[in-house]
């Protein structure tokens, strides 16, 4: 079993909120846009009001022209969507030729370490949320996140290349609350980490599956549609279930079936 590993036991956006030395715009620019100054903060409302919700054609391309300074990376031939939430963009690094599809978060928020890195040719589908706090998401090349998919990392979510990660699936890696004393509030008892998510190259992870903190999913594995990953997937495994359970090998055709991830991050 993955040893757990104490968080802070304060959220970044509960200290940024709470914090009684610091006014309101001042939190405002810790939530959203992170370290740099007014005028940072200044040129991100500016470009996000002017460019966010152009639809077409057109606003690809000047969201293309003008987000590249918020940005701690953007590879060439970018696309954003209409209506993209960008949070921390400082912290976000896109490869080439990355899309992201119309209404969706990615939010790096966080101080310290951490933020969201994309591989070339990664395409995140619409109303996705990619959220780290004071985490870390690393995706490789060639992924694709089905609609509706949320990765959340407060610890470290590494993914390999060509991901396939189908609609309205889950990874969670860090953020578990501790609840080991009953007569304290579970919200204030502080967060554990049982040592993020890790998964290889190849993977393909069906749609509604959801992957907890602490688990290992193998290069060239399958996880089925509606599947709970709590232990981990060895490589080439053919694995569904509630609790998730190996049921087959890829490597054994007779076994594999062919199919049964349902769906497709593309």
């Known amino acids: 079993m993955p040893k757990e590993t104490p968080l802070s036991g ?147 979510l590494v993914a390999g290349e060509h991901l396939l990660l189908a609609p309205a699936s889950c990874i969670i890696a860090g953020g578990q609350h501790a609840f080991a004393r009953a007569d304290v509030p579970i919200v204030a008892q502080g967060m554990i980490s049982k040592g993020g998510v890790s998964i290889g190259d190849d993977v393909w992870i069906g749609s509604r599956a959801t992957i907890l903190d602490g688990v290992k999913i193998g290069a060239h594995a399958i996880v089925g549609a509606c599947a709970l990953v709590n232990k981990e997937i060895p490589a080439y495994a053919i694995a569904y279930g509630v609790p998730a359970k190996q049921v087959g090998d890829r490597r054994h055709p007779s076994e594999a079936g062919g199919g049964g991830a349902q769906g497709s991050g593309r």
């Open 10 to 156: 304060r959220s970044f956006l509960g200290e940024a909120l709470s914090d009684p030395r610091e006014g309101a715009l001042a939190k405002y620019r810790r939530l959203v846009f992170g370290e740099g100054g007014i005028l940072g903060l200044l040129r991100y409302e500016l470009l996000l009001l002017l460019f966010s919700n152009i639809p077409g054609a057109l606003g690809i391309l000047l969201r293309r022209i003008f987000y590249r300074p918020l940005f701690k990376r953007m590879g060439r031939g970018v696309i954003i969507g209409t209506g993209v939430t960008l949070r921390h963009p400082g912290r976000i690094s896109l490869g080439n030729h990355v899309a992201i599809d119309d209404y969706c978060t990615l939010d790096a928020r966080g101080e310290n370490c951490g933020g969201i890195t994309l591989g070339d040719r990664t395409i995140v589908s619409r109303f996705s949320i990619l959220r780290t706090k004071e985490g870390t998401i690393e995706i490789g090349a060639g992924a694709g996140i089905g609609s509706h998919s949320i990765l959340a990392s407060t610890s470290s």
